[in-house]
């Protein structure tokens, strides 16, 4: 159980502003929201990596400013960049993370053996990471967030740059964790059909606040969520909620 | 502990698979230590044995001059080629001459035939001059003199020595301790190097000079990997994985130095190495390393410990990883001029003595030079040390400060 209250972070300008959201346990939460609206920042912010500026955040009941270690510890970040080593192979990016997840011996083999079979690179586990397509790399980038087998697991855009069939391999990897591992899975995305496709409960946010957050079936079925067409879309209620313009335009 | 290992490994990876890497920091001085101390071998042996070529016909009839020719060659400033003797006395002049210009010879030396009546002071000519220089005009009044100056002394003695023989069963009758009248062999003059930092009694000879220059140079030059991980790593955003990974900042910044530390210890073992076996294979002198192991560490560690913290600070500071290759190259060329790597300090006049004294190179060099050419030990190096610690700490001090502000550790 994930509780944000009235969470505040600014840079140049504001950037979060009042966001609240609640995230249940074993549930995968999709968080959609055009380009700068804060997404990232949020993330970094559960995750520890940036500060917040006020606001209040508990994981579990843990209190992130006083118990970051702990809460740290039961999570997992897989960064909106291909975060490895491009020099190293799959393999050593792996056995490299493993160990700074203190993981040794017989354990590290069990769990990197794990990563290799759910990214699906047995066959290329010993190449380097540098002559990998972009769907191998997105799949390393996700396997070495699943090293520590996280109790949460956050998902910067995990599906950016890859074909139709990476991309479905890694949604169907994200239910699986999601369906045997009980992780509490927060996934961000523009894709629309992505977040329809895998999250439970969905938010959107926008301009640094949650304009819209709810039960994935509650959203669909809402009279403005209906195209031209008479389909149900989230692409629609999206559109609609965060109007048309171009949000990198300022 | 574990953890460090695989960071070590990591970094290791990362450093062998780097071609540029590897070029900089260690093709590269090997190749300058090579270039450098075969190159300059000659220029910077003009302080310990200069060779002056002479051509040479030995006339004498008697036994002295051996012993002169000798006495000369022990001088280890000249080099005499014989030439056979001419059996026609008046011819002699003329042949050598011809030979001299033919085989461009700058000088030319004629030991007469009354060589050695001269020096026993009995038999034909024993008062005419002995020896003839013939001399190329080209040539600089400083070396004829120094030509001619040791032909008068060398002479002077086998003189004198012969004189002393011939007064052998005399001297004990008289009280005088024969040994002591005969006169030495060495020079008497003790000669010293002076230059800014001290006194010497040694300059460096080429490969002494190359290799701790060449060494700590490229020992600097670890900022080149340093920079390119650990820019990549914030611009890839493993470093922001890293930090929701909870890994620690003193594993973070251990993780950056200890690797390079490691790197640059190997680098150290590898110039020495070459300089000590490589280029005496290639015709050069070999390094000799003096005795203090213990000292030989201090400082090497105290460069490496300081060029790794400019790293870090040029690596943190830069936005992109060509900022931190340029800044860092460029620092380090202007480090290295100052500092006497490319022009040895001790033939820079006084005033860049004093500036290379603000390069932290010269202090590395000059700790190295404690150790392989000045027989130092840890207390002689001890102060250099302190100098790279603290300025490695400032360092790495300015590096956590501004990390911290942008709130990247
Ligand atoms: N380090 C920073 N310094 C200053 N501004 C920043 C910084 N990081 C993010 N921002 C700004 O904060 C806003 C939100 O950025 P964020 O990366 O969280 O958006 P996002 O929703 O993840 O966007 P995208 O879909 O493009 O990834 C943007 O306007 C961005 O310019
Ligand atoms: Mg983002």
New interface residues.
């Given amino acids: 159980m994930i509780e944000i209250n009235h969470l505040y972070k600014s840079y140049d300008k504001p950037v979060l502003k009042d966001v609240s959201l609640s995230v249940r346990r074993g549930s995968i939460l999709g968080l959609l929201g055009p380009n700068g609206a804060g997404k990232t920042t949020l993330i970094?912010i559960l995750?520890?990596?940036?500060?917040k500026e006020s606001g209040c955040i508990t994981v579990d009941g843990l209190d992130l400013d006083r118990e970051?270690?702990a809460i740290?510890?039961k999570?997992?970040?897989?960064?909106?960049?291909?975060?490895?080593?491009?020099?190293?192979t799959a393999f050593?990016n792996l056995?490299?993370?493993g160990?700074?997840?203190?993981l040794?011996g017989k354990k590290l083999k069990e769990r990197m053996e794990f990563c290799i079979d759910i990214g699906s690179m047995q066959r290329f586990a010993k190449k380097?990471v540098d002559k990998f397509s972009g769907g191998m790399k997105r799949r390393l980038n996700l396997a070495?967030g699943l090293l520590?087998d996280p109790e949460i697991l956050?998902l910067d855009e995990p599906t950016v740059g890859v074909d139709t069939q990476s991309r479905n391999y890694i949604l169907e990897t994200i239910r699986k964790i999601n369906r045997e591992r009980k992780t509490t899975i927060i996934y961000t995305s523009h894709y629309m059909d992505e977040i329809e496709q895998v999250s439970d409960d969905i938010a959107i946010i926008d301009e640094g606040k949650i304009i819209l957050h709810g039960d994935k079936q509650a959203i669909l079925t809402r009279d403005d969520a209906v195209n031209n067409f008479g389909h149900r879309t989230l692409e629609k209620l999206f559109l609609k909620l965060t109007d048309v313009r171009l949000r990198d335009e300022g | 502990m574990?953890?460090i290992?695989?960071?070590l490994?990591?970094e290791f990876?990362?450093i062998i698979?780097?071609i540029h890497a590897i070029t900089v920091l260690f093709i590269m001085p090997a190749v300058f230590i090579m270039i450098m101390s075969l190159a300059m071998r000659d220029l910077f042996e003009l302080h310990g044995a200069v060779s002056i070529d002479v051509l040479a016909v030995n006339q004498d009839a008697g036994k002295k001059s051996e012993a002169f020719l000798k006495a000369m060659d022990a001088l280890r400033t000249f080099r005499f080629h014989l030439i056979e003797k001419e059996a026609a006395a008046d011819k002699v002049a003329d042949k050598i001459k011809e030979q001299m210009l033919a085989r461009d010879y700058k000088f030319a030396l004629i030991i007469k035939e009354n060589f050695s009546a001269f020096v026993e002071k009995n038999g034909k000519g024993k008062d005419e001059k002995p020896l003839e220089l013939l001399v190329n005009p080209a040539v600089n009044v400083q070396t004829q003199l120094v030509l001619k100056s040791a032909l008068d002394g060398k002479l002077a003695k086998l003189t004198w020595d012969a004189f002393i023989d011939r007064m052998g069963s005399l001297l004990p009758l008289a009280g005088i301790d024969r040994e002591k009248m005969t006169a030495a062999e060495e020079s008497l003059v003790e000669v010293h190097y002076v230059y800014k930092e001290g006194r010497y009694s040694k300059i460096p000879s080429a490969v002494q000079q190359s290799v701790p220059a060449w060494l700590v140079f490229s020992m600097f030059f670890i900022v080149i990997p340093i920079s390119n991980?650990f820019i990549?790593e914030r611009?890839?955003?493993?470093l922001?994985?890293?930090?929701?990974?909870?890994?620690s900042r003193f594993c973070l910044i251990m993780g950056k130095m200890a690797p390079y530390l490691l790197i640059n210890a190997i680098q150290v073992i590898i110039m020495i190495a070459m300089g000590v076996y490589i280029v005496p294979l290639c015709g050069g002198t070999a390094l000799t390393l003096g005795d203090s192991m213990g000292g030989l560490i201090l400082i090497a560690a105290s460069v490496s410990f300081s060029a790794i913290s400019m790293a870090l600070l040029i690596a943190s500071a830069a936005r992109t990883t060509e900022q931190a290759t340029t800044v860092g190259g460029v620092l380090n060329l202007i480090f290295g001029a100052l500092g006497g790597i490319m022009v040895p300090k001790f033939v820079m006049p006084g005033f860049m003595q004093d500036l290379a004294n603000m390069s932290p190179m010269s202090w590395g060099l000059e700790g190295f030079l404690d150790i392989f050419l000045r027989n130092g030990n840890v207390s002689d190096v001890l102060p250099k040390s302190l100098y790279l610690f603290i300025f490695g700490v400032v360092m790495l001090t300015l590096t956590v400060i501004l990390l911290r502000r942008r709130?990247e550790i």
């Fill in positions: 970094s995750t520890g990596v940036i500060r970051l270690k740290q510890l999570c997992s970040y897989v960064p909106q960049a291909l975060a490895f080593y491009r020099l190293l050593e056995e490299y993370f160990a700074l997840w203190g040794k380097r070495i520590n956050y | 574990i953890k290992l695989y960071i490994k990591k990876l990362l698979r780097d991980t990549s611009e890839q955003g493993t922001m994985r890293l930090k929701s990974m909870n890994v709130g």
